[in-house]
Nanobody, 114 residues
Framework: QVQLVESGGGLVQAGGSLRLSCAVSGGTFSSYIMGWFRQAPGKEREFVCIRWSGGTTAYADSVKGRFTISRDNAKNTVYLQMNSLKPEDTAVYYC????????WGQGTQVTVSS
């Protein structure tokens, strides 16, 4: 079974930065298509970003230019660098392994104060 474990969330003031990590165990990490989603209270989970194994990335318009997804194959870890954070970025952030049989992490809370 593939396991995804997120970490790095917390409370930050608007304009600040956080880096989220997603540690992956099981399977062949280097071949995975990885990404991030987020979910605010009372709202549906929404797409944040994706990184294909070849290095191509795509971002939601709401985070483009502020967030960056990266990966370290040696550590089996994917990262989400979040800069210039806004209160509307407040949500639980979930790591995602894409595919027909994809996987979700448990989520990590990010709270941005005004």
């Amino acid at each position: 079974q593939v396991q995804l474990v997120e970490s790095g969330g917390g409370l930050v003031q608007a304009g600040g930065s956080l880096r989220l990590s997603c540690a992956v165990s099981g399977g062949t990490f280097s071949s995975y298509i990885m990404g991030w989603f987020r979910q605010a209270p009372g709202k549906e989970r929404e797409f944040v970003c994706i990184r294909w194994s070849g290095g191509t990335t795509a971002y939601a318009d709401s985070v483009k230019g502020r967030f960056t997804i990266s990966r370290d194959n040696a550590k089996n870890t994917v990262y989400l660098q979040m800069n210039s954070l806004k209160p509307e970025d407040t949500a639980v952030y979930y790591c995602r392994r894409f595919g027909v049989a994809g996987s979700w992490g448990q989520g990590t809370q990010v709270t941005v104060s005004s």
